[in-house]
């Protein structure tokens, strides 16, 4: 009976989260400003520890113990990242110098244009947009990294 109803809370709760995040967009609180300067310092620093560790479960993955395919599609994943990770830390810095007369926003934040003359910081930040190029790969890596270990734990547990 208590599992049953933790089943129909955690239902509630999803379909309660669920429809604030379609009715109340602005709400969803999917986009985070950082306030001057802490905010930006933090998340900045955050990118240089997440680089960090990741290079470390690269390292670390060499080994031989590690040489099942999922490792490397794995390790693939940490390189991703890391340049994402770069990209994005470039992105960052690159909007502190930037002023909202650099760009046309044409219909909403979606369709904004980086108006002319094109400059080092603008072709940095228009770059740094591009960080999905990155991310998708890698989730893809990752993605598939994990059916690798999951087909190798069942072919173990098949033994």
Same mark, same amino acid.
């Given at each position: +009976?208590? %599992? &049953?109803?933790?089943? #129909?809370?955690? /239902?509630?709760?999803?379909?309660?989260?669920?429809?604030?995040?379609?009715? $109340?967009?602005?709400?969803?609180?999917?986009?985070?400003?950082?306030?001057?300067?802490?905010?930006?310092?933090?998340?900045?620093?955050?990118?240089?520890?997440? +680089?960090? %560790? &990741?290079?470390?479960? #690269?390292?670390? /993955?060499?080994?031989?113990?590690?040489?099942?395919?999922?490792?490397?599609? $794995?390790?693939?994943?940490?390189?991703?990242?890391?340049?994402?990770?770069?990209?994005?830390?470039?992105?960052?810095?690159?909007?502190?110098?930037?002023?909202?007369?650099?760009?046309?926003?044409?219909?909403?934040?979606?369709?904004?244009?980086?108006?002319?003359?094109?400059?080092?910081?603008?072709?940095?930040?228009?770059?740094?947009?591009?960080?999905?190029?990155?991310?998708?790969?890698?989730?893809?890596?990752?993605?598939?990294?994990?059916?690798?270990?999951?087909?190798?734990?069942?072919?173990?547990?098949?033994?």
């Amino acid at each position: +009976m208590t %599992a &049953l109803r933790n089943h #129909y809370s955690t /239902t509630l709760l999803f379909f309660t989260v669920l429809a604030v995040c379609l009715f $109340l967009p602005e709400r969803s609180m999917a986009l985070q400003t950082h306030g001057e300067p802490e905010g930006m310092y933090v998340h900045q620093m955050a990118h240089i520890l997440y +680089m960090a %560790a &990741l290079g470390y479960l #690269y390292w670390d /993955t060499q080994r031989s113990a590690f040489s099942n395919r999922g490792w490397t599609y $794995l390790r693939i994943f940490c390189v991703l990242t890391i340049f994402w990770n770069l990209l994005a830390l470039i992105g960052h810095e690159s909007t502190q110098y930037l002023h909202p007369k650099d760009f046309t926003i044409v219909d909403g934040y979606l369709f904004s244009k980086v108006n002319r003359p094109l400059t080092l910081i603008k072709a940095a930040y228009y770059t740094a947009k591009l960080d999905h190029l990155l991310t998708v790969p890698a989730m893809f890596f990752l993605y598939i990294a994990l059916r690798s270990f999951y087909r190798a734990s069942l072919d173990e547990d098949g033994d």
